[in-house]
C-alpha cells in the first residue's frame, strides 16, 4: 500500500538554528500538508500546498515557517531559528484531490523535533 | 470556542464491552466528517468517514447529526488492540481540523 515517508523520524537541534523536515507525499496525491502535535496536545494545521503554492496556512504558520517541493517527489518544511516551544511531532499529509467532500488524509509516520 | 471538542477520557473498559464516543463540532458549514484513530506517538490513521445516513465497518459504526452537530462512534465487542486515542476530525472549506482526541483502554 502507499504511503508518506517522512525523515528524519526524530530531530534534535540548538535552539537558533534552521532545521528541514523531509516528506514524499504519495506519488498520485495533488494536496500536501503539515501538522504538528505538541506532546499531550491535539493535532493542529499548518499549512497547505497544491499546484507549487500555499493554498492555506493558520496562525501557526508565521515567517519561521516556509514549505517547498522543490522536485516532483519531496516535500520540505523549513523552520528558520527554532525556538523550544518548536517542539513537537510534525506530520506531513497527503490527499489525492479536493473535489469531494470526503477527501481522505493519509499521514507520514513523522518526525519529533527536539528543540534544546 | 474550540472547532472541535471530544470528552478525553481515558474510558477504560472490560474485553468485549461496548462503547461510545462523543463529537461535537461548532461550525455549522462543516462538510465532512472521520474518526481517525493514533496510537501513542504515532501518526493518526483513518478509521471511517461519517456519513449523514450513518455507516457501519465491522464492529464500529458513525453517526453524524447536522441539527446538533454531533458525531458519534460505537465500537463494539471491544479488543485490546481498540486501545488508542480515537480523534474526531472535521473538514471545512478543506482544513480538517482535530478534535483532543478520547482514550480508550480496553483491559483483559
Known amino acids: 500500500e502507499p504511503e508518506v515517508t517522512q525523515t528524519p523520524s526524530h530531530q534534535v537541534t540548538q535552539m537558533g538554528q534552521e532545521v528541514i523536515l523531509r516528506c514524499v507525499p504519495i506519488s498520485n496525491h495533488l494536496y500536501f500538508y503539515w501538522y504538528r502535535q505538541i506532546l499531550g496536545q491535539k493535532v493542529e494545521f499548518l499549512v497547505s500546498f497544491y499546484n507549487n503554492e500555499i493554498s492555506e496556512k493558520s496562525e501557526i504558520f508565521d515567517d519561521q515557517f516556509s514549505v517547498e517541493r522543490p522536485d516532483g517527489s519531496n516535500f520540505t518544511l523549513k523552520i528558520r531559528s527554532t525556538k523550544l516551544e518548536d517542539s513537537a511531532m510534525y506530520f506531513c499529509a497527503s490527499s489525492e484531490k479536493r473535489d469531494t467532500v470526503y477527501e481522505k488524509l493519509f499521514f507520514g509516520s513523522g518526525t519529533q523535533l527536539s528543540v534544546l | 470556542r474550540k472547532e472541535v471538542e471530544q470528552d478525553p477520557g481515558p474510558f477504560n473498559v472490560p474485553e468485549g464491552a461496548t462503547v461510545a464516543f462523543n463529537c461535537t463540532y461548532s461550525n455549522s458549514a462543516s462538510q465532512s466528517f472521520f474518526w481517525y484513530r493514533q496510537d501513542c506517538r504515532k501518526e493518526p490513521k483513518l478509521l471511517m468517514s461519517v456519513y449523514s445516513s450513518g455507516n457501519e465497518d465491522g464492529r464500529f459504526t458513525a453517526q453524524l447529526n447536522r441539527a446538533s452537530q454531533y458525531i458519534s462512534l460505537l465500537i463494539r465487542d471491544s479488543k485490546l488492540s481498540d486501545s488508542a486515542t480515537y480523534l474526531c476530525?472535521?473538514?471545512?472549506?478543506?482544513?480538517?481540523?482535530f478534535g483532543s482526541g478520547t482514550k480508550l483502554n480496553v483491559k483483559p
Open positions: 476530525v472535521v473538514n471545512l472549506f478543506n482544513k480538517f481540523y
